[in-house]
């Protein structure tokens, strides 16, 4: 007999005077089927089933290469991808011919693991403190101004991202968003505040005392800017304050409405912190121009003293890079130094924070903590870094790439990676907690 579609169907009752098929052969180009191996193809099928992870496909393109994004660099290749040139260049790029740049990173590479054997690992415990303030993961997220160019919820997002992971977020003086709202979208997650000593005092004193009503729990005062850094890149698009579209840049960033739509459907980026400063005026120009002519390149260690002072609390000097200037920040009572070129932003050719850091962790010799900031991409940085003697390391560009690739989901993402590497290296390290890293565990080669 035949099928609907004309195949041969071949019907072996169990018994003549039966009407139930027992056994069904489907003839079918030449090849038999029989039940049996009905059946297995659909068990195929079924496990085939629980082989497909469609969780995979879900959500738009950016969300997914988030969720597959494997490291830090992937994270930076979205944001390249996602972000126009010149806002990409501005968050990526450094000074000069970016040899410092290059070097915070590849720096790393001088350091070799030993590993510990025969340990019991099946815990391993990421938790650590800095300046007092317990984190789940010994990387703080480090001051970068304007992050709402990267995307419009900037500062606010990355705080809550920090506060979810258990660190620390520390609001850049250049922000783009207010040291108030940041606190408000932190929801209680612990907060630095960064500051430079400017030459109005006045509103020096005026932010300390904000960010101390907010809830900040630390001052950051970052000593690398008696200028600022010439980074051609920003020359190279034309790059202003606030963004435009130039002759110059109009092909590169029309390829980027993901981008410019909510850029130009939110409010416009400014520097925040000091909006009040211009005589009411908001623009992004105005206020740069503001905080630039306070920059200030005759402070000294006296202004160090007093600013020390006028926070009286947790206080961390950042862009140290000499053993002996370590030392100084110590007696003018830092609790923490900062080993910081500033992501080779400022001083092209400068030595690298990875570089000195053993030098200046043996000239504080415990009299505070020393951070390392700048260069870190892996869990493998931190970890070298914290064998060395960092308390912890900060990262600028890792997160603000997070940013562009994918708002506060991106700054998640970043830091469930580096968390992911440090537990796995902790793991091969042979070294369950962040406590038992030292010395021991890194050695570079003649
Ligand atoms: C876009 C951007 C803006 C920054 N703004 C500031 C700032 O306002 N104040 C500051 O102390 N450091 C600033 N930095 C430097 C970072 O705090 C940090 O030192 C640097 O990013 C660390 O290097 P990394 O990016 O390799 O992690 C900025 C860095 C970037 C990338």
């Known amino acids: 007999m035949l099928d609907a579609s004309g195949h041969a169907v071949k019907r072996v009752d169990r018994h003549p005077a039966q ?5 069904v052969a489907v003839l079918c180009d030449d090849r038999t089927v029989n039940s049996s191996t009905l059946r297995q193809a659909a068990a195929g099928l079924a496990r085939a089933r629980t082989m497909v992870d469609l969780r995979q496909a879900e959500g738009n393109r950016w969300e997914r290469g988030l969720r597959r994004a494997r490291n830090i660099a992937d994270v930076r290749e979205l944001a390249r991808r996602r972000l126009p040139p010149m806002i ?12 410092t740049l290059g070097r915070n990173s590849s720096g790393f590479g001088r350091w070799r693991f030993q590993p510990r054997s025969l340990v019991d690992v099946r815990t391993v415990d990421t938790s650590t403190t800095v300046m007092g303030q317990p984190i789940s993961l010994p990387v703080v997220l480090s001051p970068c101004g304007l992050a709402r160019l990267n995307h419009p919820d900037g500062e606010r997002a990355a705080a809550r991202a920090a506060g979810r992971a258990g660190t620390v977020f520390a609001l850049s ?22 500051l430079y000593v400017w030459r109005d005092r006045g509103v020096v004193k005026e932010l300390i005392a904000r960010a101390r009503d907010a809830g900040y729990v630390g001052c950051v005062l970052t000593v690398d800017v008696p200028t600022v850094g010439n980074r051609e890149r920003d020359a190279a698009h034309g ?12 092909v590169s960033s029309a390829t980027r409405p993901g981008w410019w739509w909510p850029f130009i459907t939110s409010p416009e980026v400014t520097f925040e912190i000091v909006r009040d400063k211009a005589a009411g005026s908001r623009d992004a120009g105005t206020l740069g121009a503001y905080a630039s002519s306070q920059i200030d390149p005759g402070v000294t260690w006296d202004d160090l003293a007093w600013m020390v002072d006028a926070w009286d609390g947790n206080f961390a000097i950042k862009g140290v890079m000499r053993p002996g200037d370590a030392v100084r920040a110590v007696e003018a009572g830092v609790q923490a130094v900062i080993v910081s070129n500033h992501g080779g932003r400022q001083l092209d050719h400068a030595v690298s ?5 053993a030098d200046v962790v043996a000239a504080v010799d415990g009299r505070a903590e020393v951070i390392l900031d700048g260069g870190v991409r892996r869990g493998t940085d931190v970890c070298k870094a914290l064998a060395l003697g960092a308390q912890a390391v900060m990262v600028g560009r890792p997160y603000m790439w997070g940013l562009g690739a994918g708002g506060e989901a991106g700054v998640d993402r970043v830091l469930e990676i580096l968390r992911g590497e440090i537990t796995r290296t902790l793991t091969l390290l042979g070294c369950p907690t962040v406590a038992d890293l030292d ?8």
């Open 88 to 99: 990409f260049d501005f968050t990526d790029g450094g000074a000069e011919d970016e040899v």
């Open 353 to 357: 924070p990875i570089d000195v850091l």
């Open 173 to 194: 003086t250049g922000a783009s968003c207010s040291i108030e709202d940041v606190a408000e979208a932190a929801a209680g997650g612990p907060l630095w505040m960064q």
């Open 239 to 250: 790059m202003a304050l606030p963004p435009r579209i130039t002759p110059r840049n109009v």
């Open 439 to 446: 010395r021991s565990f890194v050695a570079t080669l003649p």
């Open 19 to 23: 009407v139930s098929v027992t056994r």
